[in-house]
């Protein structure tokens, strides 16, 4: 997990060497919307998912009770449409 490292470049310095887990802060699960979330994702997999080496994950372990559930959907859907 990378969680306070810039996942983009972290899996630019590390390419070829290790796998990077991380990129989705929680804070813009919690807080954001449907639409900011599968912008962000579609942004961040641009920029990463060419030569593998990534795993989209959340910045922690899971989310709080408070997390809207169309923002999880709007994850989901953002993975399955870019990644």
């Not at 919307?33 to 593998?52: A, C, H, T």
Request: glycine share 10%; proline share 8%.
């Amino acid at each position: 997990y990378f969680e306070k490292t810039d996942v983009i470049k972290a899996k630019e310095v590390l390419k070829d060497h290790t796998c990077v887990m991380g990129g989705i802060p929680i804070s813009l699960i919690v807080s954001g919307n449907p639409e900011q979330i599968d912008e962000y994702i579609k942004n961040l997999l641009e920029q990463v998912k060419p030569g593998g080496g990534f795993i989209l994950a959340p910045g922690v372990g899971a989310a709080p009770a408070e997390t809207p559930p169309e923002n999880i959907t709007a994850v989901i859907e953002a993975v399955e449409k870019y990644g």
